[in-house]
């Protein structure tokens, strides 16, 4: 279990449900991914996409920056859902280990927190091919911005 401050905590309930999350993203970088979330929580988030062509490196194998994708998307999301309706938070650091190449099917991330404090968090997310087998990991670092509710409305932006 992860060390939590007052602002990240566990068993917050998030606001929104996948499929709500899913329709918010439609129109965004994950959707246009093709990233699609079936758990977020401020415990656990998955999310999975299926590999195309329009995913893979010239060689026919998946282009790095999709697992970068997928690792960073998910740690925000379920770093955001943990400081509960009160802030986001934005990755400051990205490292993600490619173990293993893929070429199609369907990858599906699991973020999990390591650290949960006042300003900043650390995710670990591993992406897993429809083989069960590992295809990247990674450790996200996170900022918490902490925003007025009633503020961020009024600047359109969802806090999730």
């Known amino acids: 279990m992860p060390e939590e401050s007052d602002a990240a905590g566990a068993g917050h309930r998030p606001p929104l449900t996948p499929e709500q999350l899913n329709a918010l993203t439609a129109s965004l970088f994950e959707g246009r991914l093709g990233l699609e ?25 998946t282009h790095g920056g999709v697992y970068c994708s997928m690792v960073e998307s998910v740690a925000s999301v379920g770093a955001s859902i943990s400081l509960n309706g009160k802030g986001y938070a934005v990755g400051v ?7 293993r190449a893929t070429r199609e099917g369907v990858v599906t991330a699991e973020g999990t927190p390591v650290f949960r404090g006042r300003q900043q968090q ?7 091919g429809s083989d069960g087998r590992e295809c990247a990991q990674g450790h996200v670092r996170l900022q918490n911005v902490m925003v007025d509710p009633a503020e961020a409305l009024q600047i359109g932006r969802p806090l999730i």
């Open 37 to 61: 979330f079936s758990e977020i929580g401020a415990d656990r988030v998955r999310a999975s996409l299926t590999i195309g062509t329009g995913l893979r490196q010239a060689s026919g194998v």
């Open 122 to 128: 650390l995710w670990r997310v591993v992406v897993k």
């Open 93 to 99: 650091n990205n490292n993600t280990d490619f173990l």
